[in-house]
């Protein structure tokens, strides 16, 4: 039986991964009495937003329209940086690969024309001449962007509830959320410990959006396996000679990153064994069919890296049907807004996504850099 704690807030936040922590913080920063709620811990591994390392990059195949809200997170991000007085972004360049009629190159050289990003095109011979740790298949075409590098997502994430914490949000962990409703003056959320109510609430619970919402059929979750590997040629892969990368050719599409934090190149297969999955029933062990793919990249493209498996992690992707976000109010209510589907690119966009997922909740409209990310676009 759940006890009745009748608590009020201006806005509840659900789930404090990369997004929710800093919509927390983007709304304690408005002055807001704001309660963010995390079914586990903070940070934790169950989800999306853990792994030690994610790419940030400005040049963007997926969509140039993402660029304007990748700026905006770089200010962000260091504005959260100078607070928090950690690391919490390592610029090492990025490099997009591919064949020179791929969308993964000619995607990412629009983006840099489109919004007058520094950036040079380097066919195989130059990317090895310059990153000699990489051997890619002749006809590679790459875009080398100098302000990509990687995010500490861990550390993003504490750094974000403790600035939201200092401001006065209050955060409660080890707590599941069982289900909300609407209210005549706002919304009433039911967790596991009682009831808490709210002028507002915001779901960011990743893997877990579909279950306390109705956009199942937009929300795909899909098991993610990432791969540490030995570099028996470690010096090749430190961040000052290793930019992050995706690389789209023969062996399929694989992103990856320079040693940091400890031992080991980390790598993954976008989409790895398309393994859909219940977040709540999904393998956390991984075994050798996990590694396969990763491994026969890496003696191909990163042979200098291809030593032994050092550590592997299972987290997961969301995906939506078009892989771009839904950045919205919840259709058919008027006090629920939802941040899902970030598709497996979506972290570098935390610190923006805060930003305009506290408007939204706050009652303004989200910046137009972020229209694209309506959920209008599945009308019908």
Sequence with gaps: MVAHVHSSYDTIVVGLGGMGSATLYHLAKKGQRVLGIERFGVPHEMGSSHGLTRIIRLAYFE??????????????????E???GDTLL??????????????????????????????QILDSGQVHA????????PEAMAVFQPDGGFLVPERCIEAHVKAARKRGAEVRTGLRVLGWEETGSGVRVTTEDGVVEAGCLVLTAGAWTAGLTELGRLLEVERQVLV????????????????????????????GFPEYGIPGVKVGKYHHLSEV?????????????????????????????????????????????DEHFIVDRLPGTDRVVVGAGYSGHGFKFASVMGEVLAALAAGEEAPGDAAFLSMTRFAG
């Excluded at 310059?130 to 298949?137: A, E, M, Q, T």
């Excluded at 010096?235 to 789209?248: H, S």
């Excluded at 990763?294 to 990163?302: G, H, T």
Aim: hydrophobic residues 35%.
């Design 63 to 80: 969509h140039p329209d993402y660029v304007p809200l990748l700026r905006r997170a770089y200010v962000l991000w260091a504005e959260l």
């Design 82 to 84: 100078s607070e928090h």
């Design 90 to 119: 390592v610029k090492t360049g990025s490099l997009d690969v591919s064949d020179p009629d791929d969308d993964v190159f000619k995607g990412s050289l629009d983006s840099c024309q489109d919004h007058g990003l520094a950036h």
């Design 130 to 137: 310059r990153f000699p740790g990489y051997h890619l298949w």
């Design 228 to 255: 540490w590997f030995e570099a028996p040629e470690p010096g090749l892969f430190a961040p000052e000679r290793f930019p992050v990368f995706n690389i789209r050719g023969p062996m399929g599409h694989y992103y």
């Design 277 to 321: 999955v219940d977040p709540d029933d999904v393998d956390r062990e991984t075994g050798p069919a996990d590694e396969l793919p990763i491994r026969a990249f890496m003696e191909s493209v990163l042979p200098g890296a291809a030593g032994a498996t050092l550590k592997t992690k299972v987290c997961l992707f969301t995906n939506t049907p």
